[in-house]
Nanobody
Framework: QVQLVESGGGLVQAGGSLRLSCAAS????????MGWFRQAPGKEREFVAA????????DYSDSVKGRFTISRDNAKNTVYLQMNSLKPEDTAVYFC??????????????????????WGQGTQVTVSS
């Protein structure tokens, strides 16, 4: 059974940092695109960041570019999201997603919820002002 388990969420003051982890089990995702999405109350789930299978290619939403960094450790089957300079508007449930049709970032398909086959249960991030 494939599972993605996020951890590292919590409450932080504006300007602070958090590091989210997403550990996969049940199969390896070393050849898959991995992504992070978030959903704030009353809003749709939105793309945050994605990383290709090798880790060399990454992409970010404009709202987090320059503040967040996505990375992966294929030996540990884990993807990370380092979040710096956090703002109250970053408050949301953050979800890890795995496996798009291609193992590399191509076009903009990887920014879509529907592109991913597997999802974690989410971890809450709350940024206080």
């Amino acid at each position: 059974q494939v599972q993605l388990v996020e951890s590292g969420g919590g409450l932080v003051q504006a300007g602070g940092s958090l590091r989210l982890s997403c550990a996969a089990s049940g199969r390896t995702f070393s050849m898959s695109v991995m992504g992070w999405f978030r959903q704030a109350p009353g809003k749709e789930r939105e793309f945050v960041a994605a990383i290709g299978w090798s880790g060399r290619s990454t992409d970010y939403s404009d709202s987090v570019k320059g503040r967040f960094t996505i990375s992966r450790d294929n030996a540990k089957n884990t993807v990370y999201l380092q979040m710096n300079s956090l703002k109250p508007e970053d408050t949301a449930v953050y979800f890890c997603a795995a496996e798009t049709e291609k193992g590399y970032l191509s076009g903009s398909n990887y920014k879509s919820n529907s592109a991913y086959r597997y999802w974690g249960q989410g971890t809450q991030v709350t940024v206080s002002s």
